[in-house]
């Protein structure tokens, strides 16, 4: 299965921005199954489409194109850091350069054709008949979502950089007539030894390039970690913090193109609503506007529910600038009149009540052991409990915003995308006019990525909500009717609020039967969650395709994480449901059905946002209804550890972030070669956090003394995400009229190898307050069809003067592949709140957000 990829030199050049007088180097390490030569430029036809390219000027600096979206997570500079260490080049010598979208060129692909008689695991036992296999598969290449960037792409850059350092030391030997076993490479240069000679990487380019040593030997020649300068340290590089302080980052509002005009779109308020009518007049009278012109034809649904990313119905004010615009859009709003759809009887509280009786019957069994309703039946004690989440709203700090041109044909866009490739997709299929069905088949895609040149910007922070391209397929429906103008779409706050991809709203309900000593014996879960699925994949009769369609459409529809509506779909329930991590000896797990009526997308930790905070809260008043320490009880729940049986107790298909559980071991050469390693869901590594934050946090010390004060608590909780664990202690205080102090919390994490230390103790930071906040103040309610929180005074975040003064983050060491570190600290943040405040003697809290029912006060 080789294929050739071509490198098309001179506009590799031309985006980097380094001149003709470079050299490109392609190397790249993963073995073939008909050979073993690592080449440069890919000459012998490796069977990958791609790598992260380095481009070396002829004065010897670099320019690393960096191909994963940022957004503040330092993902940028961390990769490029790893190629860096291998190569042992100086970092004040390497420039970064954003890479557009183009996901085939970064993307890995399968390194061999896989033999009949070798049993992959899932999800890589799929292989495709019509597609090639993918080790990270191009729609995922460039997808800055789920935590995955360094798991799966830091093995790969560690060996394209010792790649380029071995064909440096090999040049280097060569030019001065010495043994390459005697040199070493330093710092952009190559160090001879014995001699002490030496030469920097600029006069090595040349004979670099005709190096090819083997995989073998590259492997062989990476780095050993205490030989690393970057990875795993205190000294990681962070690219774009100078400007980033300072206030010079260029976010995409910040564009200006000669010719520009700025647009905001009058959205209709329901879901799948219609644009009846509206009269342009007033809009046009204020002065600056230029153009107001609908986004759908009129009488055509808008976004919504079973619509991906089609935009909702609107009208947009063309303006010469943002005020203009506002002001535009101000005037014209009085003017429309919407048909709003199917969707108007969407009330969020009367869904609750919908959601409660859903999970008060049995619902599809996800996973089980065991006799549950007979043990349940015969227990000492049962305890039962529903907890609820709402729908939460993303709200970064900066919103949707996106520039897009119209050209001869094509589309040039600038967006802060996470999904460079589906927005790159989507932006092609307004481009050329392709419909939903074309879509479906690979040559349309190929036509509408060849249509679209996609600038990725810097994110002004996401936390999910930009993997969701609407905001850019708007833009280009704008620009595509404005031929040769640029168009800023610009969103506010307000908009963004209101026409998010919304978290999906939740209900759980949880029984379990306890002995005479208080032990679990029996665990029944039921999760009712509105999914993401609902919205990108509805049944093929909700899409209006022929059967013909159906087989693609499935296809689809299981690559992206499966599911079955109106229940979640794999990806959902692989979040904190089938892997509940206790080991309990009966067991039950069930997904009861959610129908949506708003679109509903992802956020930091997605659906392990509600199972945690259920299952979490649930540990807890088990072991207050047992009398035990909620610390020791929760260890006893989790047991001594072990990999979670997930097969052996029903789940056929556990969509493990999208990454294998056991390791990828295939024949090469008469050897057992791994290509990638396992990530099994260990429950040894959950109650090692647990373990740990607990000494950290003094928990054993301060239980006993907090036991002889009035209102002072420490609540725990635990969990996995994103392939990473995290344990989180909070401390609080409570006063006899609910007013709420959160002192300090405390966070460990085991994300394996921690390659950028200063990164993950941010990222637990960042996250921590994140959680904090949505336990806090997090609410989105629905009346008839229309989201009613509008801004940060009625949806509010939490600010600094409300942030505890002290967050500690221990790391755990751990020889373990790198896994994410942005996502997995927020989820244990609300159940560990929630039961600090019970702990310090108030309520028990079912739902969120908490300041429904205390209020909390400026620490």
Same mark, same amino acid.
């Given at each position: 299965?080789?294929h050739?990829?071509k ?12 001149g003709?007088?470079?050299m490109?180097?392609?190397y ?38 960096t ?19 291998e ?6 010598r ?9 996901s085939?060129?970064y ?17 890589y036992?799929?292989v ?7 080790l ?5 290449s ?9 798991a799966?792409?830091?093995y ?14 090999r ?18 240069r ?21 190096e090819?040593?083997?995989y073998?030997e ?10 690393w300068?970057?990875?795993?340290t ?11 302080v300072?206030?010079?980052t ?36 204020v002065?600056?506007v230029?153009?107001v012109?609908?986004? #759908? ?6 976004g ?22 506002i ?8 003017t ?7 969707n ?17 019957k ?8 065991g006799?549950?309703d ?15 989440i709402p729908?939460?709203a993303q709200?970064?700090?900066?919103p949707?915003?996106a ?13 802060p995308t ?21 879509m ?20 002004g ?8 391209p609407?905001?850019v397929?708007?833009?280009?429906? #704008? ?30 309900y ?9 032990h679990a ?15 990108f ?26 599911g079955?509506y ?21 067991l ?7 129908p ?5 997308g992802c956020?930091r ?6 199972h ?11 072991a ?24 052996a107790?029903?789940?056929?298909h ?36 647990v373990?740990?934050?607990a000494k ?7 239980v006993r ?5 009035q ?6 909780a635990?969990?996995r995400?994103?392939l ?6 909070v401390?609080?205080?409570?006063d006899?009229n609910n007013?709420?102090?959160?002192n300090e919390?405390?966070?460990?994490i085991?994300?394996?190898?921690a ?9 637990m930071?960042?996250?921590?307050i994140?959680?904090l ?22 949806y509010?975040?939490?600010r600094?003067?409300?942030t505890?003064?002290?967050i500690s983050v ?10 994410g570190?942005g996502?997995?600290p927020t989820?244990?943040?609300a159940p560990a ?19 429904n ?7």
């Open positions: 299965m080789n050739i990829v490198i098309t030199r001179r506009d590799f050049l031309r985006a980097v921005g380094v003709a007088g470079a490109v180097f392609g790249y390490a993963f073995p073939s199954a008909s050979a073993s030569t690592l080449t440069a430029n890919l000459r012998n036809g490796f069977p990958v489409e791609g790598v992260p390219f380095v481009a070396i000027k002829l004065n010897g600096d670099m320019v690393i194109i191909h994963r979206s940022e957004m503040g997570q330092g993902i940028r500079s961390s990769l490029a850091a790893v190629l860096v260490d190569l042992e080049a100086d970092w004040n390497v420039t970064l350069r954003q890479a557009d979208a183009d085939r060129k993307a890995i692909e399968f390194p061999f054709e896989a033999p009949s008689d070798v049993k992959l695991p899932f999800p036992e799929q495709a008949v019509e597609r090639k296999q993918y990270v598969p191009p729609e995922g460039q997808y800055t979502e789920g935590s995955r960037s360094m799966a792409y830091f790969p850059m560690r060996l394209f950089g010792a790649g380029i350092r071995l064909g440096m030391i040049a280097a030997a060569g030019k001065l007539g010495v043994d390459p076993r005697e040199c070493h490479a330093k710092k952009h190559v160090v001879h030894a014995p001699s002490g000679r030496s030469i920097d990487y600029r006069w090595l380019l040349a004979r670099a390039q005709k090819t040593p083997t073998d590259i492997e062989a020649a990476l780095k050993k970690p205490t030989e300068r970057y990875i795993g205190d000294s990681m590089p962070f690219f774009d913090a100078s400007e980033m300072r206030g010079k260029v976010y995409c509002g910040d564009l200006i193109l000669p010719g520009m005009l700025t647009a905001l779109i009058e959205r209709c308020p329901v879901a799948n609503g219609a644009l009846e009518s509206f009269d342009d007049a007033p809009a046009l009278a002065p600056g230029r153009r012109i609908p986004v #759908l034809p009129l009488g055509m649904p808008g919504g529910v079973g619509t991906a990313v089609m935009p909702h119905a609107g009208v947009a004010v063309l303006a010469n600038s943002t005020w203009a615009a002001r535009g859009r101000q005037a014209l709003k009085p429309i009149i919407w048909d709003l759809g199917p108007t009887a969407y009330d969020s509280e009367q869904y609750r009540k919908q959601l409660e009786a859903s999970t008060s049995p619902g599809m069994e996800v996973r089980s052991k006799d549950v007979a043990v349940l039946a015969q227990a000492v004690r049962t305890v039962e409990a529903r907890y609820y729908h939460l709200a970064p700090m900066e949707p915003v520039v897009a041109r119209f050209q001869k044909g094509r589309m040039e866009v600038w967006a996470q999904s460079p490739d589906f927005t790159q997709l989507s932006v092609g299929q307004i481009t050329l006019g392709l419909t939903d069905a074309q479906l088949e690979d040559s349309f895609q190929d036509k509408a990525r060849e249509a679209v040149t996609l600038h990725v910007t810097m994110l922070g996401s936390f999910g909500r930009k993997a969701y609407d905001f397929v708007e833009a280009a429906i #704008l620009a595509k009717q404005n031929p040769g103008v640029p168009i800023r779409l610009q969103w506010t706050r307000e908009d963004d609020i209101q026409f998010s991809y919304f978290s999906g709203v939740s209900s759980q949880l029984k379990a039967g306890l002995d005479g000593e208080g014996t029996a665990l029944l879960q039921r999760s009712a969650f509105t999914s993401f699925f609902a919205t994949f509805p049944p093929p009769t909700m899409r209006g395709l022929t059967a013909e369609r159906s087989a693609a459409y499935a296809r689809a529809r299981f690559a992206s994480g499966g079955q109106p229940y979640g779909s794999a990806f959902e329930r692989a979040q904190g449901l089938e892997d509940m991590p206790f080991d309990v000896p009966n039950r797990i069930e997904n009861c059905p959610a949506s009526y708003i679109r509903v956020m930790s997605a659906a392990s946002i509600y945690a905070f259920g299952i979490c809260s649930f540990a807890d008043e088990l207050v209804a047992a009398g035990h320490d909620s610390k020791d009880y929760l260890l006893d729940l989790i047991g001594k550890g072990r990999i979670l049986p997930l097969e107790e029903g789940v056929e556990y969509n493990n972030n999208s990454l294998p559980m056991e390791e990828v071991v295939v024949p090469i050469g008469g050897q057992m070669v791994q290509i990638l390693p396992g990530y099994p869901p260990d429950t040894r590594r959950l109650r090692a956090v373990e740990r934050v950290d946090s003094g928990w054993d010390e301060k003394k907090y036991k002889g004060m209102g002072r608590g420490l609540g725990i635990a969990h995400s994103r990473s664990y995290v344990a989180i202690v401390d609080v205080s409570l006899e007013k709420l102090m959160i919390i405390y966070g460990t085991d994300c394996g190898l390659v950028n230390r200063d990164r993950v103790v941010a990222q930071q960042g996250g921590i994140y959680g906040s949505l336990a806090l103040f997090g609410e989105i309610t629905v009346k008839d069809g229309r989201v009613v929180q509008n801004n940060f005074d009625d509010p975040v939490l600094i003067n409300q505890p003064r002290k221990h790391i755990m060491a751990s020889a373990e592949p790198p896994t570190a996502e997995p989820p244990a943040v709140l929630c039961n600090a405040i019970v702990a310090a003697g108030g309520p028990r809290i079912r739902e969120l957000p908490v300041r029912n205390v209020t909390l006060v400026i620490a």
